[in-house]
């Protein structure tokens, strides 16, 4: 079965520091990754996704995230956090025409 | 482009009576859509598959008579929570697939259920 795993609950970054979230995933074969952020008592955004092609994607609000496909991984990345960007993020994937399945979400916090 | 709407985005109501949620592709069309219920702090859980002109697909455990989908077209489902009680509050999503997209879900902003 298709699986995503987001390793930490919680992300807490400096205003105008790198920020890395943190995702991997358990599947066979090729992989469609998504990620999506969530802010509070609102559905959820499309930031970028990777279907195929370049590994180093690029999304919305200047996030980008890498497929990394000997690792299983799709981090997302920003090198500039906003307080702005402190939100619940979730990667989800997939896989072989399956539904998409969510990771548990990392919220993020991006401190003043 | 590519935005969902849903109606109301905030519901309270007494026990034993149903709710109408709607979702909305308004700028694409969507012969699927998805509906998901989202516990506080948690992921989002799967409900089920509407899919236009035909029966929606039910995740394992979430009971279709309890849980109404309609599709009736392209842009438009509708979740009905029937005699709802407490334990049915709950935040629930819904998400659309573009039907020149089909890799792609875009979520509405979410219902927020309390049934007292």
């Known amino acids: 079965a298709q699986s995503v795993a987001q390793p930490e609950d919680q992300v807490n970054v400096a205003e105008g520091n790198p920020l890395t979230v943190k995702c991997t995933y358990s599947v066979s074969g090729n992989p469609y990754l998504f990620w999506y952020v969530q802010y509070p008592n609102r559905g959820l955004q499309f930031l970028l996704k990777y279907i195929t092609g370049d590994n180093l994607v690029k999304g919305s609000y200047g996030f980008e995230a890498e497929f990394n496909k000997s690792q299983t991984s799709f981090h997302l990345k920003k090198p500039s956090a906003l307080v702005s960007d402190s939100a619940l993020y979730f990667c989800a994937v997939i896989w072989a025409g399956n539904m998409l399945t969510f990771g548990g979400g990392t919220r993020l916090m991006v401190k003043p | 482009g590519a935005v969902v709407s849903q109606h109301p985005s905030w519901v309270i109501c007494k026990s034993g009576t149903s709710v109408k949620i709607e979702c909305r592709s308004l700028?694409?069309?969507?012969?699927?859509m998805f509906w998901y219920r989202q516990f506080p702090k948690q992921s989002l859980m799967l409900m089920a598959t509407s899919n236009e002109g035909s029966k929606a697909t039910y995740e394992q455990g979430v009971e279709k008579d309890k849980f109404l989908i309609n599709h009736a077209s392209l842009t438009l489902s509708t979740l009905t929570v029937t005699s709802a009680h407490p334990e049915d509050s709950s935040f629930y999503i819904c998400s659309a697939r573009n039907d020149q997209d089909q890799e792609t879900q875009y979520f509405g902003p979410g219902t927020r259920l309390l049934v007292l």
């Open positions: 700028d694409f069309q969507a012969t699927t």
